[in-house]
């Protein structure tokens, strides 16, 4: 089994910047990709971001050039910077660990962005 653990979140003004953190609990290697998803209220989870083993990277079009995500292999850990944060990325941002046969999430964490 794996645990991610996510941190980070908060509340923040408009324009305003947060990097989320996730932790995984065994090496990051295991996994094809980590990514971020996020969830608003009413709404289906969405992707955000994720990145490769090898570091490929890809972004929703919502978030680009706003938000970068990288990996920090030597700590198991995935974080996501976000600046330029708009009111619309006001969600609960989870984090995704994909191997061959299984997903994993994080239990999520709470970002709100006021206008």
């Known amino acids: 089994q794996v645990q991610l653990v996510e941190s980070g979140g908060g509340l923040v003004q408009a324009g305003g910047s947060l990097r989320l953190s996730c932790t995984a609990s065994?090496?990051?290697?295991?996994?094809?990709?980590m990514g971020w998803y996020l969830q608003a209220p009413g709404k289906q989870r969405e992707l955000v971001a994720y990145?490769?083993?090898?570091?490929?990277?890809s972004y929703a079009d919502s978030v680009k050039g706003r938000f970068a995500i990288s990996r920090d292999n030597a700590k198991n850990t995935v974080n996501l910077e976000m600046s330029n944060l708009k009111p619309d990325d006001t969600a609960v941002y989870y984090c995704?660990?994909?191997?061959?046969?299984?997903?994993?999430w994080g239990q999520g964490t709470q970002v709100t962005v006021s206008s």
């Open positions: 995704n660990a994909k191997a061959n046969l299984a997903d994993y």
């Open positions: 065994r090496s990051i290697f295991d996994f094809n990709t």
């Open positions: 990145i490769t083993r090898s570091g490929w990277r």
